[in-house]
């Protein structure tokens, strides 16, 4: 089973883009989703999770207030708003089924973000 994590490009300083993380093998429902992203040269990092019901949700402080998580069951589709776009958020953002960076979750294959004028 893979994700499919979309809605990358580029966006100026300031800008906006709004992420999409679906798949067609499994209900996301039942699953926390996190994003995550990896910039060049850099560890990956988990920046946001929404838990199962919505009612959960956390982000890292380098973002908050900035991006903003949701998710629509019934479209078994998770988003990631993302808002007043810095040139240190260019990174490949992936969607994976649990807030913890593992290997044992589903993952999406990423979609690159590139913030730059």
């Known amino acids: 089973v893979q994700l499919q994590a979309s809605g990358g490009g580029l966006a100026q300083p300031g800008g906006s883009l709004r992420l999409s993380c679906t798949t067609s093998?499994?209900?996301?429902?039942?699953?926390?989703i996190g994003w995550f992203r990896q910039a060049p040269g850099k560890e990956r990092e988990g920046i946001s999770c929404?838990?199962?019901?919505?009612?959960?949700?956390y982000y890292v402080p380098s973002v908050k207030g900035r991006f903003t998580i949701s998710r629509d069951n019934a479209k078994n589709t998770v988003y990631l708003q993302m808002n007043s776009l810095k040139p240190e958020d260019t990174a490949v953002y992936y969607c994976?089924?649990?807030?913890?960076?593992?290997?044992?979750?589903?993952w999406g294959q990423g979609t690159q973000v590139t913030v730059s004028s």
């Open positions: 994976a089924t649990d807030c913890s960076d593992s290997p044992d979750n589903y």
């Open positions: 093998g499994i209900s996301l429902d039942v699953y926390s």
């Open positions: 929404i838990s199962s019901s919505g009612n959960t949700i």
